[in-house]
């Protein structure tokens, strides 16, 4: 219940009751249940879609709920996403200098871009999909993409030399967590969109190690940064399989 409360308390606004400031090692043993915590958000989601189904036009509701995700997170991710796609645009391969555009914290025009063009993205995905997939898709969305940070962490090496905000993370996940998350995912996955569930969860690992395998060979691993990103393309990524499955 700790480790759930200090994951609850790191990825949203809420007023967790913790333990205190957690440490970086008490992090790292919280991030399996990243995806659960991911899937109390989905269901808020769908809570608040519920209730202004009747008021807003469907492409309005899914703006209001993107910025819903948005406000409830803080925003956590977006940043990772951010700095990601600058790194990549600015480095040109060069691997020290990525990880130094990456820890930088301004945002350059390519990170805005991003942010811009992945935001609307989301939007227009969400708003695209019959309104009997949306209770799936908003619990779905959420739960996968922190999943995948949890995919990250357990099978990749932490990538930057010196202490990073990641480095807890990625070397405090064991492959036992990512199967118990697993399981978890699976179970809910199944639950929510039926054997299809399956076929989306097992969709989001290839792609998981698909962008492990591409920064192994960029940066020789991962970092806080790519764990943010790779939680913000998942949920598009689980968007973009609801057209496939549906």
Not at 123 to 131: E, K, R
Not at 143 to 172: C, H, I, P, S
Not at 222 to 231: A, Q, R, S
Request: aromatic letters at 14%; a neutral charge; one cysteine or more.
């Amino acid at each position: 219940m700790n480790r759930f409360l200090d994951a609850a308390s790191f990825l949203t606004i809420f007023p967790i009751p913790t333990r205190g400031v957690p440490s970086p090692e008490m992090m790292g043993e919280a991030m399996v249940f990243f995806p659960f915590v991911g899937a109390i958000l989905g269901l808020l989601l769908f809570f608040l879609a519920w209730g202004l189904a009747s008021i807003f036009p469907v492409t309005v509701l899914a703006i209001v709920l993107v910025g819903a995700l948005i406000a409830m997170t803080g925003g956590l991710h977006w940043d990772g996403l951010a700095d990601t796609f600058d790194g990549l645009a600015g480095a040109r391969g060069e691997k020290t200098r990525m990880l130094e555009i990456m820890k930088d914290s301004r945002i350059g025009a390519i990170g805005v871009l991003s942010l811009v063009f992945f935001m609307i993205f989301k939007v227009f995905l969400l708003a695209g999909l019959p309104l009997n997939h949306w209770k799936a898709a908003l619990i779905l969305m959420p739960m996968m993409g922190r999943f995948l940070q949890v995919e990250l962490a357990a099978w990749g090496n932490y990538a930057r030399a010196d202490e990073g905000t990641g480095k807890a993370f990625v070397e405090g996940v064991s492959r036992k967590d990512f199967y118990v998350a697993l399981g978890g995912v699976i179970f809910l996955s199944v639950l929510e969109a039926g054997w299809a569930g399956v076929g989306i969860v097992l969709a989001c690992i290839l792609y998981g190690f698909g962008v492990k395998s591409f920064f192994d060979r960029k940066l020789g691993g991962v970092t806080g940064d790519i764990l943010g990103m790779v939680n913000e393309t998942g949920e598009i990524f689980v968007l973009i399989l609801f057209y496939f499955f549906f």
